[in-house]
C-alpha cells in the first residue's frame, strides 16, 4: 500500500524568504501523480502543484516549485519570496495513474513571520 | 464559473442519527469524491463517484454510503452516527479521472 509522509508538523519563515516543505511517499508502482494543498483557514482545499511521475522535469507555479526525486521517493515543496498569504496547512498527496483516490500525508503548518 | 458547493456548512447531530451531506460539483465535471479529515485520521478517503457509478470505495463502515444524481450532483450518507464521526467531510470534482480535483469548503460535522 502507498503511503506519504511529512515529517515536519510545523514550519515557519519570515515573510520574503524561502521555505522548503517535504514529503517522502512509498509506492511499488511506477506512474503515478504528486501533488501539494494549501488548506487555508477557510478550510477550502487549494491545488498549489501537482507533478507527474514519467516527467523528470520539475514542476513550476509561479513563487512555488517542487524537488521530486523519484528513486529517492522525495516530493518537497519550494515556496520562493513568502507571503502572509500563504500561511496554511499544506498536504502532500499521492495518487496512482487510473485509480480514483488521494492518499494523503498528515500536513505541516507553515507560519509566516512578518 | 461558480465553484464546488457543499451544504450545510455546518451540522449538529446526535448519535445514532443519520445525516445526509450534499455536493454540488463544478458544471460538466462528472467525477466527484468525498474525504474525511479529522485531527487524528487526517484526510481519509471515502468514495468516488463517475457518472452515476461508484467506482472506488475507501475503508469505511458500510453506516457510510453515498450516491450521484444524473446532473452529477452528489449525496453522502452517514447513519447510526457515532462519536468518532465527528469530522471535516471533503467534497471534490474533476473534469476526467486524472484531472486536478477542485475541492468545496466543507461539512463540518459534531456529532454530540
Known amino acids: 500500500a502507498q503511503t506519504v509522509t511529512q515529517s515536519q508538523p510545523e514550519m515557519s519563515v519570515q515573510e520574503a524568504e524561502t521555505v522548503t516543505l517535504s514529503c517522502t511517499y512509498d509506492?511499488?508502482?511506477?506512474?503515478?501523480?504528486l501533488f501539494w494543498y494549501k488548506q487555508p483557514p477557510s478550510r477550502q482545499m487549494i491545488l498549489v502543484i501537482r507533478?507527474?511521475?514519467?516527467k523528470q522535469q520539475n514542476a513550476t507555479e509561479n513563487r512555488f516549485s517542487v524537488n521530486f526525486q523519484k528513486a529517492a521517493k522525495s516530493f518537497s515543496l519550494k515556496i520562493s519570496d513568502s507571503q502572509l498569504g500563504d500561511a496554511a496547512m499544506y498536504f502532500c498527496?499521492?495518487?496512482?495513474?487510473?485509480?480514483?483516490?488521494?492518499?494523503w500525508g498528515a500536513g505541516t503548518k507553515l507560519i509566516i513571520k512578518p | 464559473k461558480a465553484g464546488v458547493t457543499q451544504t450545510p456548512r455546518y451540522l449538529i447531530k446526535t448519535r445514532g442519527q443519520q445525516v445526509t451531506l450534499s455536493c454540488s460539483p463544478i458544471?460538466?465535471?462528472?467525477?466527484v469524491s468525498w474525504y474525511q479529515q479529522t485531527p487524528g485520521q487526517g484526510l481519509q478517503f471515502l468514495f468516488e463517484?463517475?457518472?452515476?457509478?461508484?467506482?472506488n470505495k475507501g475503508n469505511f463502515p458500510g453506516r457510510f454510503s453515498g450516491r450521484q444524481f444524473s446532473n452529477s450532483r452528489s449525496e453522502m450518507n452517514v447513519s447510526t452516527l457515532e462519536l468518532g464521526d465527528s469530522a471535516l467531510y471533503l467534497c471534490?470534482?474533476?473534469?476526467?479521472?486524472?484531472?486536478?480535483?477542485?475541492f468545496g469548503s466543507g461539512t463540518q460535522l459534531s456529532v454530540l
Open positions: 509506492t511499488s508502482e511506477s506512474d503515478y501523480y
Open positions: 458544471s460538466g465535471h462528472r467525477s
Open positions: 507533478q507527474e511521475a514519467y
Open positions: 471534490a470534482s474533476s473534469l476526467l479521472t486524472d484531472e486536478k480535483l477542485f
Open positions: 498527496a499521492y495518487r496512482s495513474k487510473g485509480n480514483y483516490q488521494l492518499i
Open positions: 463517484y463517475f457518472s452515476e457509478t461508484q467506482r
